[in-house]
């Protein structure tokens, strides 16, 4: 019965009410870098970095009784590449994917129309199709039915950033995800990922 209860308290401040709680939406697109780590992480990989873009919607709910204090959380799809070792096949190391940052967000004001925030939270990352790598090696898809190169599909990474918002209308954004998770199976490979962008709120 407690745990019950700590859930449904936890449920009420993630979620509000219809009646103390407004909604607002924010679509944004904006460039991502991600760079490579880890005890495992090959020469190759600490020193290639990809680079792409991002594009989602994210859904902030406000709260009367805690006053600057949102939850955020949102959907981003992802594409970056990075040009493989000369003569290497693939060519071009791409990731595609999808990210679900589920960030808690404190606003403030700066001046006249413009406010503030900082936020931090969880992100979680699905990977889809495209190039995905191995330790120190790049494989394609159609590799992932060998045992050697069965890679996580999903991986947790720790997000923190900053946003701007001017005129109650356009947000600018940027943040640096941390790869808590690994990449691959018993393999100390995380991924870093940073991005800057814009969006529009309705």
Known sequence: MKKIKILLLAAALL???SAFAQQDWNAGVGYAVTSFRGADCSQFLSTHNLNGFYA???HEFYFSALAGLTFEP???FYYQAGRNDSGLTPKYI???YLSVPMDVKYTFG??????AAVFTGPVMNVGLIGNLFEKGTFVT???LTDPAHQLTR???QWGFGVAF???QAIQLRASYALGVSRLVPEQALHSNTFTVGAGLLF
């Open 15 to 17: 979620g509000g009410t």
């Open 56 to 58: 989602g919607l994210r």
């Open 141 to 143: 898809t159609k590799d």
């Open 154 to 156: 999903v991986n947790v």
């Open 110 to 115: 700066v001046s006249g129309g413009t406010t």
């Open 94 to 96: 791409k990731m595609h």
């Open 74 to 76: 949102g959907v981003l």
């Open 165 to 167: 918002t001017i005129a």
